[in-house]
């Protein structure tokens, strides 16, 4: 059952984007070795690679799709804005982990008090109090941006059924998700399998539910889909390892979304 769990939590994260703030904070970060770098197109499965990103662009616009926009239709915009600060507070005891195993004190230090603030001011995170009245902005970490910060390089592109834009670093960080949340943990711990599974489905259906008018505006523009995400996805991954120094947009809110065409 745990197992079946984890599979199910894992289909609906590779729908999912990664939530990104506007935290253009900067602050000192182990070196990014050169490994780290793209040369050349950096995708020698791309023959199969668009195959399963067609497959997956079919699931999206066939599954995923529908429900979001019922969400987006039922829920008035106030309301998903509170569904998204409890998942972003529920997911900071993971961020605040990567934030010390990257070396970033003070950027854990802003997640510690955002924590604290968002789960008691903010009625257990529905509002961000920690942003709106102390001015603590939210960032967004994961262990595929650890590895990266310490210099373990992107290697090819792949694209994984369901899950989307990847390659074999980021599907590592994507895997050890489960393991290293202390909330998912935790509602394992006690056996609370169908509130792990509410929790990515919400995840996965808020999140893609905030990029459908992008990913259509992104569509119809490009002349090539395939090779748009493949660009964004690179170029926002080692934006995210930079800590969010900017990167030449294909789409103008690129810095709001985290291409797992797709982790939570």
């Known amino acids: 059952m745990i197992f079946f769990?984890?599979?199910v939590c894992f289909l609906f994260l590779g729908f999912?984007?990664?939530?990104?703030?506007?935290?253009?904070t900067q602050s000192a970060s182990p070196p990014i070795s050169k490994s780290s770098t793209i040369e050349g197109n950096g995708d020698p499965l791309e023959p199969i690679n668009r195959v399963v990103f067609k497959f997956n662009d079919l699931v999206y616009s066939f599954v995923l799709r529908p429900v979001s926009d019922v969400y987006r239709t039922a829920l008035p915009k106030i309301a998903r804005d509170g569904v998204r600060n409890v998942l972003l507070n529920l997911n900071a005891p993971f961020i605040l982990i990567n934030d010390v195993l990257?070396?970033?004190?003070?950027?854990?230090w802003n997640t510690s008090r955002r924590i604290f603030i968002n789960s008691t001011i903010g009625f257990a995170g529905v509002y961000d109090a920690a942003s709106d009245i102390w001015g603590i902005s939210a960032h967004s970490e994961d262990f595929g941006q650890t590895l990266g910060v310490w210099g373990v390089g992107e290697g090819f592109y792949l694209v994984l059924p369901v899950?989307?834009?990847?390659?074999?670093?980021?599907?590592?960080?994507?895997?050890s998700k489960s393991f290293l949340d202390p909330v998912s943990q935790y509602l394992d711990h006690i056996d609370e399998k169908d509130?792990?599974?509410?929790?990515?489905?919400?995840v996965g259906i808020d999140q893609y539910s905030g990029t459908i008018d992008d990913l259509d505006r992104l569509k119809e523009s490009s002349l090539d889909y395939y090779a748009a995400v493949r660009s964004i996805y690179?170029?926002?991954?080692?934006?995210?390892?930079?800590?969010?120094?900017?990167?030449k947009s294909l789409i103008p809110n690129l810095q709001n979304w985290s291409l797992h065409l797709t982790k939570n």
């Open 195 to 202: 509130a792990i599974l509410g929790r990515v489905l919400a």
């Open 5 to 7: 769990s984890r599979a």
């Open 234 to 247: 690179r170029q926002k991954r080692n934006s995210d390892i930079l800590n969010g120094i900017p990167v």
């Open 16 to 24: 999912a984007f990664h939530v990104n703030a506007a935290d253009n």
């Open 163 to 175: 899950f989307g834009p990847s390659n074999p670093r980021d599907t590592i960080g994507l895997i």
């Open 102 to 108: 990257q070396g970033e004190m003070n950027r854990a």
